[in-house]
């Protein structure tokens, strides 16, 4: 489904600010897998997913989706095959448009813009049972402008947004980090129902420790712009949030051990 | 009634230039610059056609159609070569003063002998009232010809206003209107903001060289010197509109710019007949929307002052 090969970017190349986001990332993801991506501040997360997605080109490296070779296609293009929700709930909405104007942009994802009308007293009607299934309250608010909801309701709407139309890969950054917990967990309990329901492929990256173990059948762990643990299924019903909390340690030692180690360290991978 | 009369009618025609101005400044968020260049633009093309003996109708639209083609070449700079919005266009706009100069063939083209749409107005009117050449009108006596080109340019904005509305409303005119609002999700559900933008700026300038053909042919010439200043006018209409409607509604802001066009152009003419210097109305119009644009930040700051020394 998902190929990743030999992934990197570096961003700012040649500068004082010279960051090397992704240095050489390999990932292969089953259809119908739902992969969680975890990592410090600064791994790197947030640069493979933008990568997938196309928000820039890679350095190097190849990016297969659906069985074609993407890493050259724009952004909007891959949007054909892709669904996404941001972690700032302001960026997967257009605050001053209705939510049925939102929600008909996403219905057509990947499609022709023409002249046909973007409402339709169908899709209206659409519209309004699928949100009346959140339990918000928000579908007798289908013409109010979307900037006017708290962040929870933006993140739930922007996730059915994304799924609307099924895309061939879902893309979730951190998009309950901006959440209180309570609404949080609303997402993520939406989140496991939109998935489930389609089946889709999923790659979500989260801080929370909780969803990590609790969500998805694999997890990846990322370090300095490259994945250093794969759990799979079976390794990750094992893990609790302890033992990531160890493996985050582990790794944290690791860099701190010794400044001159580190910096050799340093050395021989950058 | 005279004044008002004129005044309305200029106030309607320039309601197409602030119609466009905001599309690329509300709609797109986009400071384009192009809009003195292409109004001229559109005057000129009309102006040369009607004194070569086209049609009126084909003159005007062909005016609106170079002013389209303009606007997508300020779009095009912008996204193509990645050229700051604002300088694309101050450059498209300083190119077409020359190009404005070529089509017209010198600095100004009068249009007193030739068919225009402001003369076929006249005709219509005229048969219609069975060739009175004056009307009794709330007690005042006006002139079927300006009476003529006001119901004409009145029918003219109802039809683009219509037909932006219905347009904003197809799913090409609300990717248009996301492309504005935000840009990072619009691109995310696979639409190409760069093809948006163009084609936004080529509907914006060409309802804005719309504009100039119109007033060409109502004030009988265009002129290369036209357009200075018109960005500005057009923006401080969308300015009083949105004063006048307070709402983002898409029908009401349409209605706004309109209005806020017609309501400007008549406080000018008041301001004119009361001895304001013609001189000095650029500069009123620019301090005016210095002031409109600080507004807003200024009675927050204010309101947030009060409410601090009220909780001091
Ligand atoms: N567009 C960019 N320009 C410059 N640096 C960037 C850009 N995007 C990300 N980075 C840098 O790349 C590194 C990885 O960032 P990111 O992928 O956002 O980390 P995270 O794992 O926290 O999501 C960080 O050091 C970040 O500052
Ligand atoms: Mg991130």
């Given at each position: 489904m998902l190929d990743i090969r030999g992934l990197r970017k570096t961003f700012?190349?040649?500068?004082?600010?010279?960051?090397?986001?992704?240095?050489g990332v390999d990932l292969h993801i089953k259809a119908g897998a739902f992969v969680v991506v975890i990592g410090s501040n600064g791994s790197g997360k947030s640069t493979l997913l933008n990568a997938v997605a196309g928000g820039f080109l890679p350095d190097a490296g190849q990016i297969k989706l659906a069985g074609r070779?993407?890493?050259?296609?724009?952004e909007y293009r891959r949007a054909k095959l892709i669904g996404r929700v941001f972690q700032?709930?302001?960026?997967?909405?257009?605050?001053?448009?209705?939510i049925a104007e939102n929600l008909a942009l996403a219905a057509r994802r990947g499609q022709v813009h023409g002249l046909?009308?973007?409402?339709s007293r169908h899709l209206r009607q659409a519209f309004r049972d699928r949100i009346r299934?959140?339990?918000?309250?928000?579908e007798d608010r289908?013409?109010?402008?979307?900037?006017?909801?708290s962040g929870g309701q933006r993140q739930a709407l922007t996730l059915l947004m994304a799924a609307w139309r099924k895309p061939q890969l879902l893309l979730l950054d951190e998009?309950?980090?901006?959440?209180d917990p309570k609404t949080a967990d609303q997402v993520i309990r939406l989140t496991q129902s939109v998935v489930a329901a389609e089946n889709l492929t999923t790659l979500m990256v989260t801080h929370s420790m909780h969803q990590a173990v609790n969500l998805g059948d694999r997890l990846i762990m990322m370090h300095q712009g490259r994945i250093i643990r794969d759990f799979s299924a079976v390794a990750k019903k094992r893990l609790r949030a302890e033992d990531l909390l160890e493996q985050f340690n582990e790794v944290r030692r690791a860099d701190q051990l010794d400044p001159g180690a580190a910096e050799m360290l340093k050395a021989l991978y950058v | 009634m005279n004044l008002l009369l004129g005044s309305f009618t200029i106030g309607l025609i320039l309601s197409l230039l602030a119609l466009g101005v905001y599309i690329s400044f509300?709609?797109?968020n986009f400071p384009d610059m192009t809009a003195d260049g292409s109004i001229t633009l559109g005057a000129a093309v009309a102006a040369i056609l009607l004194v070569h003996g086209v049609a009126p109708i084909g003159a005007t639209l062909a005016g609106a159609a170079a002013g389209a083609a303009s606007g997508a070449v300020t779009g095009l700079l912008h996204?193509?070569?990645?050229?700051n919005g604002l300088l694309a266009g101050i450059l498209v706009m300083t190119a077409l003063y020359s190009l404005n100069l070529h089509v017209m063939g010198r600095s100004n083209v009068p249009l007193l002998s030739t068919a225009t749409l402001a003369k076929e107005a006249e005709t219509v009117g005229l048969a219609a009232l069975g060739g009175l050449p004056t009307l009794h009108c709330f007690g005042w006596e006006v002139s079927v010809c300006d009476m003529a080109m006001l119901v004409f340019t009145f029918m003219a904005v109802v039809v683009v206003c219509i037909g932006l509305y219905l347009f904003f409303r197809t799913n090409l005119g609300t990717a248009m209107r996301a492309t504005g609002d935000n840009q990072q999700m619009i691109r995310a559900l696979g639409v190409n903001t760069d093809t948006m933008i163009v084609i936004g700026l080529a509907l914006s300038n060409g309802l804005i060289a719309l504009s100039g053909a119109l007033l060409a042919q109502y004030q009988g010439f265009a002129d290369?010197?036209?357009?200075?200043g018109m960005l500005v006018w057009g923006l401080a209409s969308v300015i009083i509109g949105e004063a006048l409607v307070r709402s983002r509604g898409l029908a009401m802001t349409i209605v706004g710019a309109v209005m806020g066009s017609i309501l400007f152009r008549l406080m000018v003419a008041i301001a004119l007949r009361w001895?304001?210097?013609?001189?000095d109305l650029k500069l009123i119009t620019a301090v005016f929307v210095f002031v409109a644009l600080i507004l807003p930040g200024l009675t927050a700051k204010i309101h947030r002052r009060k409410e601090a020394s009220a909780h001091a």
């Open positions: 700012n190349a040649g500068s004082p600010d010279e960051v090397r986001a992704l240095r070779n993407v890493t050259r296609w724009p700032n709930p302001f960026s997967g909405t257009a605050p001053h448009m209705t046909g009308w973007s409402l299934a959140l339990g918000m309250g928000l289908l013409d109010n402008e979307i900037g006017s909801l998009h309950t980090a901006a959440l | 509300r709609i797109f996204t193509r070569f990645r050229i290369v010197q036209m357009g200075i001895g304001l210097n013609p001189n």
